[in-house]
Nanobody, 121 residues
């Protein structure tokens, strides 16, 4: 059974930091790129950060570049999102995503249930 379980969300003041974790099981973690998405109230889900299966390449949304860092531990089947200098506009539910694109272009996606991050004074 595939499981992606996010943790580490909570309430933090502007300028603060949080580290999100996503522990996974039930699939071959090293074959999947891992992504963090977020969805704020009334907005569409957006890609925040992604990391390739081997951890060689990372990409970030412009809004979080220089503040957020994605990493993965393939020995622990876990992906992380270190969030620094948090702003109120970072408030959202953060979702962990595992994605594998097959040789014919079809994608397999797994999702966690999300963890709420609230940035407020």
């Amino acid at each position: 059974q595939v499981q992606l379980v996010e943790s580490g969300g909570g309430l933090v003041q502007p300028g603060g930091s949080l580290r999100l974790s996503c522990a996974t099981s039930g699939f071959t973690f090293t074959s999947y790129a891992m992504n963090w998405y977020r969805q704020a109230p009334g907005k569409e889900r957006e890609l925040v950060a992604g990391i390739t299966s081997a951890g060689v390449s990372r990409n970030y949304a412009d809004s979080v570049k220089g503040r957020f860092t994605i990493s993965r531990d393939n020995a622990k089947n876990t992906v992380y999102l270190q969030m620094n200098s948090l702003k109120p506009e970072d408030t959202a539910v953060y979702y962990c995503n595992a994605r594998r694109v097959g040789i014919y272009g079809h994608a397999v996606d797994y999702w966690g249930k999300g963890t709420l991050v609230t940035v407020s004074s």
